[in-house]
C-alpha cells in the first residue's frame, strides 16, 4: 500500500519553456504532498509543502513564481517548471503522507529535469 | 531547526560483510525513518521507527530517542545494498528533516 506515482520520470526540454511534472497518490488520500529537490551526491531539499485545495508553503530561498505548485485533489499535486533554464535542471521528487502528524513519508520515483 | 548527522559519510564493504550506519538529531523528533537511495534514484522506505527496533530481512533498525540516535544495521551485504542511505526526522506537525547521507558501495 501506500504507493505513490510521479511522472514523467525523465524530461528535457528547451529554456524558456515550462514543464509539468505530476505525483499520484494511488491508494490512498494525501492531504500533503512535498516536493524535494536534490542536487547530484546530495541531500533532498525540501522545495514547498503541497496541502489539497490551497496555496502551497514554500522554503526560504526557492521562488514561488517560478516553480508554481497545484494540489488540486486528494491524490494529485503537480509541479510546474515555468521558464525553465539551465540552472533548474535537477533531480525533483515528491512524497506524500498518509494522515497528518506522526506518519511515514511515501516517494516518488522522481523526475530527472534536463533543460537545455 | 533540527540538525541531522550521519556516519559514516561513506562506506565501501565486501560482499558478506555486516555494518552499521548512525543516525544523530539535535533535538526531540515524533518521526524518523530510514531510506535507501537506489543509483537509479528511487528512494526506498526501509523504516519508519520513531523508537524501538524493528528487523525486516538482513535490515535492522534501533532508534533510541531520549538519547537522539538512530543506527541501521546491515548484515550479510549484497551488492544491490549499494547506494545512499538516508535518515530523516521530524517534529509532529512539521516537515521531515533529511541527513546528508551514507553512501554505500558493496564490492562483489
Known amino acids: 500500500g501506500a504507493v505513490v506515482s510521479q511522472h514523467p520520470s525523465r524530461v528535457i526540454c528547451k529554456s524558456g519553456t515550462s514543464v509539468k511534472i505530476e505525483c499520484r497518490s494511488l491508494d490512498f488520500q494525501a492531504t500533503t504532498m512535498f516536493w524535494y529537490r536534490q542536487f547530484p551526491k546530495k541531500s533532498l531539499m525540501l522545495m514547498a509543502t503541497s496541502n489539497e485545495g490551497s496555496k502551497a508553503t514554500y522554503e526560504q530561498g526557492v521562488e514561488k513564481d517560478k516553480f508554481l505548485i497545484n494540489h488540486a485533489s486528494l491524490t494529485l499535486s503537480t509541479l510546474t517548471v515555468t521558464s525553465a533554464h539551465p540552472e533548474d535542471s535537477s533531480f525533483y521528487i515528491c512524497?506524500?503522507?498518509?494522515?497528518?502528524?506522526?506518519?511515514?513519508?511515501?516517494f516518488g520515483n522522481g523526475t530527472r529535469l534536463t533543460v537545455t | 531547526g533540527i540538525q541531522v548527522e550521519q556516519s559514516p559519510p561513506d562506506l565501501i564493504l565486501q560482499e558478506g560483510a555486516n555494518s552499521t550506519l548512525r543516525c544523530n538529531f539535535s533535538?526531540?523528533?515524533?518521526?524518523l525513518q530510514w531510506f535507501h537511495q537506489n543509483p537509479w534514484g528511487q528512494l526506498i522506505n526501509l523504516f519508519y521507527?520513531?523508537?524501538g527496533t524493528k528487523q525486516n530481512g538482513r535490515l535492522s533498525a534501533t532508534t533510541v530517542a531520549t538519547e537522539r540516535y538512530s543506527l541501521l544495521y546491515i548484515s550479510s551485504s549484497q551488492t544491490t545494498d549499494s547506494g545512499v542511505y538516508f535518515c530523516?526526522?521530524?517534529?509532529?506537525?512539521?516537515?521531515?528533516?533529511f541527513g546528508p547521507g551514507t553512501r554505500l558501495s558493496v564490492l562483489p
Open positions: 530523516a526526522v521530524g517534529v509532529a506537525g512539521q516537515n521531515f528533516v
Open positions: 512524497s506524500a503522507k498518509v494522515g497528518h502528524y506522526n506518519s511515514p513519508l511515501h
Open positions: 521507527i520513531p523508537s
Open positions: 533535538d526531540s523528533v515524533n518521526n
